[in-house]
């Protein structure tokens, strides 16, 4: 089965420092997705950003940075110059168009994300 | 454009009865993704509707159904309900063509089974 991980369940940074979130996840094949999508409290979920497997080259949407290793099945979100309103609950995520449940998201458990001042 | 909207947002059933969800997507999105959150479980797909049929099916038991209109709006309903269906689902709409299209959320009906 495909499961996603993220080892770390909490996590604490200042603001406008740099903080990186681990995801591993699981497959055997070779065309797939990841993403990471925020959940802020109380609030609604949102995507961060996305990767395809095919790409070698890192996705980047302003200050949110992935390191994917297709290798190492690692796909970690950088989130730089930290800011208040980032803290929220993080999903790592991913699809395998060729599974039957081929357009289901598997989340990985969240890490916890808190910015202080 | 109008986000994705759920209705209702809480709700409290007792064990052995039925509850009807509802999930209307944003505007012109075809496809309607249900998910269960819990603490224990995390996110897990329950279903997913495109042009009213049923697209994909995630591990869940019969007591968890849904449909969708030609309006696009979905309803999930869970018949027979356990302590263990307590929990925040969450519907996600999006345009239904690539599969890695973004996923909109909408903010979760809390459903508390006592």
């Known amino acids: 089965a495909q499961t996603v991980t993220q080892s770390q369940p909490e996590m604490s940074v200042q603001e406008a420092e740099t903080v990186t979130l681990s995801c591993t996840y699981d497959?055997?094949?070779?065309?797939?997705?990841l993403f990471w999508y925020k959940q802020p409290p109380s609030r609604q979920m949102i995507l961060v950003i996305r990767?395809?497997?095919?790409?070698?080259q890192n996705a980047t949407e302003n200050r949110f940075s992935v390191n994917f290793q297709k290798a190492a099945k690692s796909f970690s979100l950088k989130i730089s110059d930290s800011q208040l309103g980032d803290t929220a609950m993080y999903f790592c995520?991913?699809?395998?168009?060729?599974?039957?449940?081929?357009?289901?998201?598997?989340f990985g458990k969240g890490t916890t994300l808190s910015v202080s001042s | 454009k109008a986000g994705v909207t759920q209705t209702p947002r809480y709700l409290i059933k007792t064990r052995g009865q039925q509850v009807t969800l509802s999930c209307s997507p944003i505007?012109?999105?075809?496809?309607v993704s249900w998910y269960q959150q819990t603490p224990g479980q995390g996110l897990q797909f329950l279903f997913e509707?495109?042009?009213?049929?049923?697209?994909n099916k995630g591990n869940f038991p019969g007591r968890f159904s849904g449909r969708q209109f030609s309006n696009s709006r979905s309803e999930m309903n869970v018949s027979t309900l356990e302590l263990g269906d307590s929990a925040l689902y969450l519907c996600?709409?999006?345009?239904?063509?690539?599969?890695?299209?973004?996923?909109?959320f909408g903010p979760g009906t809390r459903l508390t089974v006592l």
């Open positions: 995520a991913f699809i395998d168009p060729t599974n039957q449940a081929g357009t289901a998201l598997i």
């Open positions: 497959t055997s094949e070779n065309n797939y997705y």
């Open positions: 990767q395809e497997a095919y790409k070698q």
């Open positions: 505007s012109g999105h075809r496809s």
């Open positions: 509707y495109f042009s009213e049929t049923q697209r």
């Open positions: 996600a709409s999006n345009s239904g063509g690539l599969v890695y299209n973004e996923q909109f």
